[in-house]
């Protein structure tokens, strides 16, 4: 086998709460991910000398050590003494350090696919160890999962079972944010009432839209909207179109709508496009998406 084709999908957050700072460095959250597809391209290549080579169409990713893809290569050849080498070809299409979990999920792909053109039979567990060790959000996608409870640093992961298939409006505004930087800034009230994560979960699970969007919840939102003020623009746009549950993903910038069928998200699509001024639409991602059902 010389070469591997893989998409990698993106993630949301459904919900997002915090409860206070780990002796790592991190923080202890909740989280309820739900996969869409929204995918890069990953084209995995056996190169016949020890290099690992990667190479992107994107001039916002690094290409570098510090890239998660590269990283995940280097410590599972590592791991497991690999003399091969591998050229990691990532054609982007998730937009960069946007909340949806591009890189993370670039991470986990190149796991998977390594495991299969290396032929490490390593099971999901195993892979899963290794994605502890490169990033919080890359064991989420080392599962076929639609959805997931995320525990620890989110990631200790649980299925949460569903036959639901949700369309999204995903819009992210041109403007880069760190990961790092918003949790750095955030103040938490760790004595006041916690957002009930039992009720998204359970709705979820019955296919009950109407609950989800009540349940919807993301701790970093005030953070976010304050070092983004496009955020204000998108969420005052959906609400006009009748949309009052629009969300941050993540760390931001990304906000997210969800309704049933995708008519209505090409619809809103049409209508947001439309509403920026020519001049001003550079640098904007657009998308519509579904869940990607596991």
């Given at each position: 086998?010389?070469?591997?084709?893989?998409?990698?999908?993106?993630?949301?957050?459904?919900?997002?709460?915090?409860?206070?700072?780990?002796?790592?460095?991190?923080?202890?959250?909740?989280?309820?991910?739900?996969?869409?597809?929204?995918?890069?391209?990953?084209?995995?290549?056996?190169?016949?000398?020890?290099?690992?080579?990667?190479?992107?169409?994107?001039?916002?990713?690094?290409?570098?050590?510090?890239?998660?893809?590269?990283?995940?290569?280097?410590?599972?050849?590592?791991?497991?003494?690999?003399?091969?080498?591998?050229?990691?070809?990532?054609?982007?299409?998730?937009?960069?350090?946007?909340?949806?979990?591009?890189?993370?999920?670039?991470?986990?792909?190149?796991?998977?696919?390594?495991?299969?053109?290396?032929?490490?039979?390593?099971?999901?567990?195993?892979?899963?160890?290794?994605?502890?060790?490169?990033?919080?959000?890359?064991?989420?996608?080392?599962?076929?999962?639609?959805?997931?409870?995320?525990?620890?640093?989110?990631?200790?992961?649980?299925?949460?079972?569903?036959?639901?298939?949700?369309?999204?409006?995903?819009?992210?505004?041109?403007?880069?944010?760190?990961?790092?930087?918003?949790?750095?800034?955030?103040?938490?009230?760790?004595?006041?009432?916690?957002?009930?994560?039992?009720?998204?979960?359970?709705?979820?699970?019955?296919?009950?839209?109407?609950?989800?969007?009540?349940?919807?919840?993301?701790?970093?939102?005030?953070?976010?909207?304050?070092?983004?003020?496009?955020?204000?623009?998108?969420?005052?746009?959906?609400?006009?179109?009748?949309?009052d549950a629009a969300k941050v993903t993540g760390s931001g910038p990304t906000i997210f709508v969800l309704t049933d069928n995708r008519k209505e998200?090409?619809?809103?699509?049409?209508?947001?496009?439309?509403?920026?001024?020519?001049?001003?639409?550079?640098?904007?991602?657009?998308?519509?998406?579904?869940?990607?059902?596991?």
């Amino acid at each position: 086998m010389k070469n591997i084709e893989l998409y990698s999908p993106a993630k949301i957050n459904l919900f997002l709460d915090i409860f206070g700072k780990r002796s790592d460095g991190y923080h202890d959250i909740m989280t309820v991910f739900e996969k869409i597809d929204l995918c890069d391209t990953i084209l995995l290549s056996a190169l016949p000398d020890d290099k690992i080579i990667l190479v992107s169409d994107s001039k916002d990713m690094p290409q570098d050590e510090t890239n998660l893809a590269y990283k995940a290569a280097i410590i599972l050849k590592e791991a497991y003494g690999v003399s091969a080498g591998v050229k990691i070809n990532i054609k982007k299409k998730i937009p960069v350090a946007a909340g949806l979990g591009g890189g993370s999920s670039n991470a986990a792909t190149v796991l998977k696919g390594l495991n299969e053109l290396w032929k490490l039979t390593l099971g999901e567990d195993e892979l899963w160890g290794i994605a502890k060790r490169i990033g919080a959000d890359v064991p989420f996608f080392i599962f076929n999962y639609s959805f997931a409870l995320g525990l620890g640093r989110g990631d200790e992961i649980s299925p949460i079972k569903s036959s639901l298939e949700m369309w999204h409006l995903i819009i992210t505004p041109p403007k880069e944010v760190l990961t790092k930087d918003v949790y750095n800034d955030i103040s938490l009230n760790l004595t006041g009432q916690r957002p009930d994560v039992k009720m998204i979960i359970h709705a979820i699970r019955k296919s009950d839209l109407k609950g989800i969007k009540n349940g919807l919840h993301n701790t970093l939102e005030p953070v976010v909207a304050k070092k983004v003020t496009d955020i204000s623009l998108v969420k005052d746009f959906f609400k006009k179109m009748g949309f009052d549950a629009a969300k941050v993903t993540g760390s931001g910038p990304t906000i997210f709508v969800l309704t049933d069928n995708r008519k209505e998200a090409e619809i809103l699509e049409k209508e947001f496009s439309k509403s920026l001024e020519k001049d001003a639409k550079d640098g904007w991602g657009i998308f519509v998406a579904k869940t990607l059902r596991d």
